[in-house]
């Protein structure tokens, strides 16, 4: 993706772009340090929230009215964002509030005290997900730290997509399971819709992958794959599909006794779908089909075939998960989404032996059977693979 415009950028932080166009330009941000510090310049001024307001009723691409909804999220954004900064602000996942507060410009001791949704006191944001923001909050009735997902503003213009993020919800929380971060609950607070999961103090995948600058070891990425594998199976005995698995949605939860020092875990199911089998209502159960990062993406989601999306899905976008960390770059990359989309389509990718000789041939059959391009040539099931 390129770099954005000034334009482009106000859009975002108003949150009236797009939802894949919203997703996008989070993910760009989180990956380019030029555009994350342009960021900063236009927002941390002496009134840093200014980017921030949104229009009372409508969004700037002219969104519908958003009724009684917006006015309150609008207004807990903004709040939100005095006390955190702008998205450049946000730094790594585990950062300290300690770090983050000394390096943010402007902080006067009259700073505004810590914005809250009922019994959560929201601390610090974390990042950017599917089509909402992640703030770190603390849960004061059960006295433990959470992470809160709140939808952007532009994202409840639409009811179906605020639906749609009650039902990620719902879905999530059925899942129990050790290397997915459990949902604890969802719902409205002031006509303001929220998800409260576990807060893991740990990198992402994708960030490791980044500060690493190499391949992986074969035995470190057979053993993280093969736990992913494991909780993808968990979700799809359950009817649930991610939709959405890359490095950026695992979590790497410190934990000295793991034999590699950490326990990677699924998160963000913000594409979780009920896979309703014999249900009639296609529009329901496979709508959206385009959700998703592209370099991630299966075949038949990137072609939009309908019918083809299942539990094969997920296990073609561990594939991928798995081969860039045997060989340190994704198996398709074009220079912008629609050549991505059509290399995926159209090109097989490099042996990944090709790229790291030193994989072992057994690992680069398992990565190359999860990426074959029809689904009834991958593993049957996600318990196969793992």
């Keep these: ?8 950028l106000r859009r975002f932080a108003a949150g009236s772009l797009s939802e894949p166009r919203q997703r996008d330009t989070a993910e760009h941000l ?3 340090e030029h555009c994350a510090r342009r960021v900063e310049k236009l927002f941390l001024g002496d009134e840093p929230t200014h980017a921030f307001r949104v229009a009372p009723h409508r969004a700037e691409t002219g969104d519908a009215v958003m009724g009684e909804t917006e006015p309150a ?3 807990l954004r903004l709040r939100l964002y005095e006390l955190v900064g702008s998205p450049a602000d946000c730094g790594q996942v585990g950062d300290s509030h300690a770090k983050r507060a000394s390096s943010r410009p402007h902080q006067r001791d009259d700073s505004p005290q810590p914005p809250r949704l009922s019994r959560f006191k929201i601390d610090r944001r974390l990042g950017s997900g599917g089509f909402g923001d992640v703030f770190l909050a603390y849960d004061e009735l059960l006295k433990r730290n959470v992470a809160i997902k709140l939808p952007r503003t532009a994202s409840l213009a639409d009811h179906d997509l605020m639906e749609r993020f009650l039902r990620e919800g719902k879905a999530a929380a059925q899942l129990h399971h050790p290397n997915i971060i459990p949902v604890y609950e969802a719902g409205t607070i002031d006509s303001v819709c929220y998800l409260a999961s576990a807060y893991c103090d740990g990198p992402t995948l994708r960030q490791w992958l980044n500060e690493r600058a190499a391949p992986a070891e074969p035995r470190f990425a057979a053993w993280l794959v093969a736990a992913l594998a494991d909780a993808i199976d968990h979700a799809h005995r359950r009817g649930i599909l991610h939709r959405d698995v890359k490095p950026g949605n695992v979590l790497l939860e410190p934990a000295p006794n793991e ?3 950490c326990t990677p875990k699924l998160t963000d199911f913000g594409l979780a ?3 309703e089998r014999d249900s009639t209502d296609q529009d329901t159960t496979a709508s959206h089909l385009l959700m998703g990062t592209p370099r991630y993406m299966s075949p038949e989601q990137a072609a939009g075939r309908r019918d083809e999306i299942g539990t094969a899905t997920d296990i073609y976008s561990l594939g991928v998960v798995l081969y860039e960390l045997l060989t340190g770059v994704p198996p398709v990359v074009g220079g912008n989404h629609a050549e991505t989309l059509q290399r995926l389509l159209l090109e097989e990718p490099v042996r990944p032996r090709q790229r790291t000789p030193a994989i072992p041939r057994d690992l680069e059959a398992i990565c190359l059977k999860c990426l074959e391009k029809r689904p009834e040539r991958r593993f049957g ?6």
Excluded: N, T
């Excluded at 993706?1 to 482009?8: F, G, H, P, T």
């Excluded at 099931?381 to 793992?386: F, I």
């Design 259 to 261: 034999p590699f020092g």
């Design 1 to 8: 993706m390129e770099c954005l415009s000034d334009r482009a």
């Design 73 to 75: 999220l609008a207004d």
């Design 273 to 275: 779908k009920i896979i």
């Design 381 to 386: 099931h996600a318990s196969q693979l793992a």
């Design 30 to 32: 989180e990956q380019c």
